[in-house]
């Protein structure tokens, strides 16, 4: 079983930052995909980022490729999101997931799920 814990979110002014951070606990292998995903209010749940815990590679949505970016502190057991040049359409509740085996892609590939935290970018 594995508990994931999200923080960072908040309210913020078009084209500012935010980084979110994903705090994993129990047992955590190699072998894990972790993923930012996000859902609108009225809209279904998105891919944002993800990556891999053994061997850093990524992927990322085209709607946030250049600025965002996904990072993991394996120290702390800790996957950040680094948002950057954010805008209105980013609002959303994000979400941290992982994937037992592989990076993931959709939310169906997940089988842990934080709570969500809450991202609004003002225009």
């Known amino acids: 079983q594995v508990q994931l814990v999200e923080s960072g979110g908040g309210l913020v002014q078009a084209g500012g930052s935010l980084r979110l951070s994903c705090a994993a606990s129990?047992?955590?292998?190699?072998?894990?995909?972790y993923g930012w995903f996000r859902q609108a209010p009225g809209k279904e749940r998105e891919f944002v980022a993800a990556?891999?815990?053994?061997?850093?590679?990524?992927n990322y949505a085209d709607s946030v490729k250049g600025r965002f970016t996904i990072r993991r502190d394996n120290a702390k057991n800790t996957v950040l999101l680094q948002m950057n040049s954010l805008k209105p359409e980013d609002t959303a509740v994000y979400y941290c997931?992982?994937?037992?085996?592989?990076?993931?892609?959709?939310?169906?590939?997940?089988?842990?799920w934080g709570q969500g935290t809450q991202v609004t970018v003002s225009s």
């Open positions: 990556i891999s815990w053994s061997g850093g590679g990524t």
């Open positions: 997931a992982v994937r037992r085996y592989g990076l993931p892609s959709y939310d169906y590939e997940c089988d842990y």
């Open positions: 129990g047992r955590t292998f190699v072998s894990y995909g």
